[in-house]
């Protein structure tokens, strides 16, 4: 009699790859002769946009641009100015994997440092560096033992569930609204904001996506510094195509805002465009049982096992968190006038035996000192999603994507405060890993001590199970939990019990 295996193949969680990368912030920006000359720079940001990921063996490529945007105070009128430029770049990152069957990648970055300066009074240099991270995480085709059968074989099924990643896509998207302004801006410093997705839906290969993107547009309507803030919902509907999933799928999509510019039209009529990613994933539920372990009543068996992870949805987020940063002011006449909150990527931190998702920020609170000249001071603040996981850092992966809402600040003598709401949306997925059969074989006949002993007692614990217990004695667990008028194989209490030899 020969022992039959019986294989299938599984999509299982392989392993992760962490990068780091520098992408260099070289370049001038020549101020436009419709722009005020600088008298002095105020703040300059650095905003990372990645356009495409392209996974081609042990290579990944990303191209994008880094959006360079100063702020300046011109020398005429102590107006508040804004000019911007984008830097392309592409990027090959090499990662140490073979062999796996598809991968999501995430990348997020934040600015080593900065050297801004006015040239001459049209130009302005930069010089500087961005830290790029870069996270991928594979899938691979794994062969799991799925049955065993005859020559004496028991086995014990584990069950395996989790998800299987269908698509992952991070598409460029672009929509369009009127705005009206109660007076005509003069100069648009900011348009920024968060998205909001009210629905997803899964139709046949194509997904529907829709929602609104709140915008904020920091405007002033004639010279100086002080600006006004006008909100616009912009909507989108979006349709794309996603070949291989069905309605079985489930879907998931955040929008992330990377650029907005406002198009000025006949009588007063304004468009607000707005540039985002859409970042969908689709997975769908999978669900099968895998041998966990094996023994023969018959032979002496030798067995191999392996390690299978399975990702599972630990939590989808769309939280808005209320944050709060303050700290005394270097000039306490100093008049206020607006805060930007530049929002660094989130990551999984352990604390008190849990994990929660911290990020960290940075409030840039403009103001006009007593000597006419506009300052920027820097406030460094975190923040912390309510969420509680259980369990290691390795064994979990975020995607996330926060978006400022609303800020507003206030100033008490030398003291100023900031109140900002962020919106964070994203997945926390979390591996679970399994120890189940990859090879099983048989060797010679068994040969039982003792072979006139017809019953054995066993006296065995709480929480135990027949299975284990029927192996040591290679016996029938079946027939031990008949024999001992059992109803489930985990012991419910401390028992002695009959182990019988010959079935």
């Known amino acids: 009699m ?91 990152i090499e990662f140490n994997m073979d062999g796996f069957a598809m991968c999501q990648v995430q990348v997020g970055g934040e ?71 109660p007076e005509q801006p003069a100069a648009v410093l900011d348009i920024s904001g968060a998205a909001v997705v009210d629905e997803v839906k899964v139709i046949s290969g194509k997904a529907v ?31 794309v195509d996603l070949d291989g999933v069905g309605e079985d799928c489930i879907c998931f999509a955040a929008v992330e805002p990377t650029g907005c510019t406002l198009m000025a039209g006949q009588d007063g009529h304004n468009t607000i465009s707005v540039n985002a990613l859409l970042h969908l994933r689709a997975w769908r539920s999978v669900e099968c049982y895998a041998v966990g372990d094996a023994f023969s009543t018959q ?46 990527p989130l990551e999984l931190v352990p604390g008190s035996g849990t994990l929660q998702l911290r990020g960290r920020a940075m409030a840039h609170l403009l103001c006009m000192n007593s000597l006419g000249e506009i300052d920027c001071y820097d406030k460094a603040f975190e923040f912390t999603l309510p969420q509680l996981f259980e369990g290691a850092p390795e064994h979990y992966r975020a995607e996330c994507w926060a978006g400022v809402s609303e800020v507003s600040v206030s100033k008490n003598g030398s003291e100023m405060t900031a109140r900002v709401l962020l919106r964070v949306t994203g997945l926390v997925l979390q591996r679970q890993t399994e120890n189940v059969l990859a090879e099983l074989r048989c060797l010679e006949p068994l040969v039982r001590p003792d072979p006139e002993v017809a019953l054995r007692i066993c006296y065995a614990k709480q929480g135990e199970n027949l299975f284990d217990i029927a192996k040591r004695y290679h016996v029938s667990p079946g027939a031990m939990k008949l024999c001992n008028r059992l109803d489930e194989l985990e012991l419910p209490r401390d028992l002695r019990l009959l182990v019988p030899v010959v079935i």
């Open 299 to 344: 032979y002496e068996m030798e067995a191999e096992m392996q390690q299978t992870g399975m990702e599972q949805v630990a939590a989808r987020l769309d939280e808005t968190v209320d944050a709060t940063v303050g700290g005394v002011l270097p000039d306490e006449n100093a008049e206020l006038i607006h805060c930007f909150v530049t929002v660094n």
């Open 2 to 92: 020969e022992l039959k295996v019986f294989k299938d193949t599984l999509m299982a969680a392989g392993g992760s790859f962490d990068a780091k990368a520098e992408l260099p912030v070289e370049t001038e920006i020549l101020i436009p002769d419709y722009l005020p000359q600088v008298f002095k720079i105020v703040k300059c940001f650095v905003h990372l946009v990645v356009l495409q990921k392209q996974v081609i063996g042990g290579r990944v490529t990303l191209d994008g641009y880094l959006r360079c945007v100063v702020c300046y105070q011109a020398g005429e009128d102590q107006s508040l100015c804004q000019t911007e430029q984008k830097l392309p770049f592409t990027k090959t």
């Open 209 to 239: 996506v829709k929602g609104r993107v709140q915008a904020r547009v920091l405007y002033r309507t004639g010279p100086g510094y002080r600006l006004d803030t006008l909100r616009q919902e912009v909507p989108f509907n979006q349709i």
């Open 111 to 181: 600015l080593e440092y900065l050297n801004c300066r006015a040239v001459n009074q049209r130009r302005i240099d930069l010089r500087g560096a961005y830290a790029l991270t870069v996270k991928v995480s594979c899938q691979v085709e794994q062969e799991i033992v799925t049955a065993v059968a005859d020559c004496g074989a028991e086995q014990k099924l584990t069950l395996l569930s989790g998800i299987r990643p269908a698509a992952c896509l991070d598409k460029p998207m672009t929509a369009e609204e009127e705005i009206g302004f």
